[in-house]
């Protein structure tokens, strides 16, 4: 049965996709969506109230390679799917939560470059000064 020309769904084009500000925010996303997607929810790109640039296998896919070039660990997986279906971080004021939380930071720097390299991730780069910090220049030679 064919649909009419009205009716037809109208997906988002990527131009107007809104990329994520961090590594942590596009793994609650992706995260949030495997667990629709187990529980019996039909995903399908550009359909959200947002347009995201990225398939939640997209996010997968980086985390999946940076485990197959042994950037992370089975252990960093491991933290990143556990506090993901949370849908929170580590807290560093909770003292049981703090190794967590070191596998979670290392996890998440090392996701951070292969999600903006696939324009995943717009935001400031993670690690940088924070605002307002002094940047001192490098001492030239001699000085």
């Known amino acids: 049965m064919p649909i009419a020309p009205g009716r037809a769904p109208v997906l988002g084009t990527l131009a107007r996709a809104e990329p994520f500000a961090s590594a942590e925010e596009a793994w609650f996303w992706t995260m949030a969506a495997l667990i629709a997607r187990q529980d019996g929810a039909r995903l399908s790109a550009a ?73 995943i991730v717009a935001g400031p780069p993670r690690g940088l000064a924070p605002e307002g910090a002094d940047i001192l220049p490098f001492p030239a030679r001699g000085a």
């Open 47 to 119: 359909r959200g109230s947002v347009i995201r640039p990225c398939e939640p296998d997209d996010v997968v896919k980086c985390l999946d390679r940076l485990y197959r070039q042994r950037r992370i660990e089975l252990s960093h997986a491991r933290i990143l799917r556990l506090w993901g279906e949370r849908g929170t971080a580590p807290n560093p004021r909770i003292p049981s939560e703090r190794g967590d939380l070191r596998l979670w930071r290392e996890a998440m720097e090392r996701l951070d470059f292969p999600l903006r390299q696939k324009g």
